[in-house]
């Protein structure tokens, strides 16, 4: 079952009456009412949905902290979280102490609600198959409200909740290649959806064209929203957290030590403003609705737990325990998307990148491929599709010196996990256009 605020607020609040003096509790809750349609070949081959709901405790006592995390299905589940409870006391008992423990703390509560206008279930499947009766068509939707609580023994009744779809797909030529794309958001607009199957109808007829394999080198490149939105991901690896940093490890310890710079046409935020993610963290801080991380290519501020605040002797401003990007931004700039390709002239179109990874953490390097429709272009015209291609460039690089231009049409790419539960957040990102990038096999 799916829980709301006042149910979850009893809940918290008969938990803390049990706490002993020396004891303090945090206690969150995740929860989401889904409905969830999986499609092949343009039929629908699994449809329902799912109301469920998990509640975590941490507890915390003389510098020690443990925590589990059980379903919640009814109010009976109170005699389940006092047995946990017990259970948490004990296994305390045998942790060392922890040195740079939060306790929590009473900032003031919010309560945030951000009402979307999804697809009504009962109309989901033709909504969404009409417009690709034709094609081979596979994926996943999934939509729905979302929650989240987020409550402590000191006062602080945090809750958020949120609706939003996410559809997931590939549309397959008879060869087996693929167009990969999401839409996602708030409120579904049929129009959108329509539109954009039909821009993939443009890129699935390119496939069929006799494939070019391309030498190493660098190539002047454009990358669609959703590969940005992958380099964006690496961020939250070892580079924009302020622990990373501290222990030597950041990736963007040249910026912040004026080693290096970016480019003036890059700024990266933290924006809570679209209501897609909930601005309150596990401990119960609050971020502000925007966080300049970068702005104009100059590092404004690396994002700051309270652990590693009160290791370090800073001011938390309000990241999650592992400094990660929640919601991220990346401003857009004054380039046309429609004109992307004429921009780009000659060179490469990426529509999407996989298996990135670090090759070479302290300087910014990211190795990674192309994947699904990605293509040669041509005095603005798509010529034909490439083979695969591993790229390793450096972030001072892309982001630097050889970017061009930024799209002026960010777009939302979804975190489409749904590991137990669906996911929350995404990355808002325009397209990307690079004079120079190294691709190396």
Request: glycine share 8%; net charge negative.
């Amino acid at each position: 079952m799916t829980i709301d605020f006042s149910t979850a607020q009893q809940f918290s609040h008969q938990l803390f009456a049990a706490l002993k003096p020396t004891e303090a509790l945090f206690i969150e809750f995740r929860g989401e009412s889904s409905q969830f349609i999986r499609f092949n070949r343009a039929r629908v081959r699994q449809i329902g949905t799912v109301a469920q709901a998990m509640v975590t405790l941490r507890l915390q006592t003389q510098q020690r902290t443990a925590s589990s995390s059980f379903p919640y299905t009814s109010d009976s589940d109170l005699g389940v979280a006092i047995a946990q409870l017990e259970a948490l006391r004990s296994e305390t008992l045998q942790l060392p102490e922890d040195p740079y423990l939060s306790p929590p703390v009473d900032t003031g509560s919010i309560q945030e609600t951000y009402m979307g206008c999804l697809l009504p279930p009962e109309a989901a499947v033709e909504a969404l198959l009409t417009p690709v009766h034709d094609l081979d068509f596979t994926g996943i939707y999934s939509g729905g409200t979302i929650v989240r609580g987020s409550f402590n023994s000191a006062g602080q009744d945090h809750w958020f909740a949120t609706e939003t779809f996410c559809l997931d797909y590939s549309l397959f030529t008879t060869a087996g290649k693929a167009v990969k794309n999401t839409y996602a958001g708030t409120h579904w607009d049929q129009g959108v959806y329509q539109a954009q199957i039909e821009g993939d109808r443009q890129q699935l007829s390119q496939l069929d064209r006799p494939v070019r394999s391309l030498s190493p080198g660098r190539y002047r490149t454009y990358f669609a929203p959703a590969a940005v939105a992958e380099l964006v991901g690496m961020l939250s690896w070892g580079a924009v957290s302020e622990a990373s940093y501290r222990q030597g490890g950041s990736a963007l310890a040249k910026l912040r030590d004026g080693a290096a710079s970016l480019s003036p046409l890059f700024s990266l935020h933290e924006d809570f403003t679209a209501g897609t993610v909930p601005r309150f963290n596990a401990d119960g801080e609050i971020a502000p609705a925007c966080v300049p991380l970068i702005t104009q290519g100059h590092l404004h501020t690396l994002l700051i737990s309270r652990r590693t605040a009160q290791e370090y002797g800073l001011q938390a401003n309000g990241a999650s325990a592992h400094e990660g990007l929640r919601s991220p931004l990346v401003l857009p700039g004054t380039l046309a998307a429609e004109d992307c390709l004429s921009a780009l002239d000659t060179g490469l179109y990426v529509g999407n990148l996989h298996y990135l990874n670090w090759s070479d953490r302290p300087s910014g390097r990211i190795t990674g491929m192309t994947r699904y429709a990605c293509f040669w272009v041509e005095q603005g015209k798509i010529v034909a599709p490439i083979t695969d291609l591993r790229f390793d460039d450096s972030l001072y690089a892309f982001w630097g010196e050889e970017l061009d231009a930024f799209t002026n049409t960010p777009v939302w790419i979804a975190n489409t996990d749904t590991y137990e539960q669906r996911s929350l957040g995404g990355t808002t990102v325009p397209g990307m256009l690079v004079k120079a990038f190294n691709f190396t096999l």
